[in-house]
């Protein structure tokens, strides 16, 4: 198995390994620059996901739990209800 992965020991297999980021923290920091390089800086007002926020009502799920959700919804458009 170490031989498959480039390592040319078990040992030093698992010792990379555990000192390693776990996958999950390289999917959420993939998924956070993509969302960053389509939709902008919801921080920066000049961003364009921060206009379309400040032109229209939206709203978050929950925000009295006090967990800041990132997920903003807006309502459908009247043109997309005819």
């Known amino acids: 198995m170490r031989s498959r992965f480039g390592f ?4 030093e297999m698992v010792r990379e390994l555990a000192v390693a980021d776990p996958p999950s923290a390289a999917i959420e ?3 956070d620059q993509r969302m960053l390089e389509r ?3 919801l921080a920066d007002p000049e961003s364009e996901v921060s206009r ?7 709203f978050r799920l929950r ?3 006090g967990t800041g959700p990132r ?4 309502p459908p458009r009247e043109e997309a209800r005819e």
């Open 8 to 11: 040319t020991s078990g040992d």
């Open 29 to 31: 920091g993939t998924t």
């Open 39 to 41: 939709y902008g800086d």
């Open 52 to 58: 379309l926020l400040a032109s229209q009502p939206s």
């Open 63 to 65: 925000e009295d739990l």
């Open 71 to 74: 997920v903003y919804y807006l």
